[in-house]
C-alpha cells in the first residue's frame, strides 16, 4: 500500500522559514493531487495547500502570500516552502495524497503520519 514519509519539520522563531516535504511510495499508477493538512492542538484540522494535477494550487487563506506547494513529479513528493511564520501556524502537519494504486478500481486518499511545526520565540 500507499506511505506517505513527511520531513523538515522543527522549531523556528516568529518570521523564520521551515521547507516540509512529503515523498510517496507504493505501486502507484498516479498521484491526481498531494498536498498539506495541519491540525493544532484543540482544533480541527484544516487545509493548508493543495495541488491537483492540472488546477492552480489552492491555500488557505491564513498561508496566502507567506506559503508555496510545488511538487517533483518525478520523485513523487510535494513540499511546502512556509515563510514569515507566525506563533499561529505553530501545528502538526499532515500530508495528503490522492493516489491511484496499480491494480486497484479507483483513486483513494492516504495520510502521512504527521511532522511538528512550532513557532515560538
Known amino acids: 500500500q500507499v506511505q506517505l514519509v513527511e520531513s523538515g519539520g522543527g522549531l523556528v522563531q516568529p518570521g523564520g522559514s521551515l521547507r516540509l516535504s512529503c515523498a510517496a511510495s507504493?505501486?502507484?499508477?498516479?498521484?491526481?493531487?498531494m498536498g498539506w493538512y495541519r491540525q493544532a492542538p484543540g482544533k480541527q484540522r484544516e487545509l493548508v495547500a493543495i495541488?491537483?494535477?492540472?488546477?492552480?494550487?489552492n491555500y488557505a487563506d491564513s498561508v496566502k502570500g507567506r506559503f508555496a506547494i510545488s511538487r517533483d513529479n518525478a520523485k513523487n513528493t510535494v513540499y511546502l516552502q512556509m515563510n514569515s511564520l507566525k506563533p499561529e501556524d505553530t501545528a502538526v502537519y499532515y500530508c495528503?495524497?490522492?493516489?491511484?494504486?496499480?491494480?486497484?478500481?479507483?483513486?483513494?486518499?492516504?495520510w502521512g503520519q504527521g511532522t511538528q511545526v512550532t513557532v515560538s520565540s
Open positions: 495541488s491537483t494535477s492540472g488546477v492552480v494550487p
Open positions: 507504493g505501486n502507484i499508477f498516479s498521484i491526481y493531487a
Open positions: 495528503n495524497a490522492v493516489i491511484h494504486l496499480i491494480g486497484t478500481p479507483a483513486p483513494r486518499t492516504y
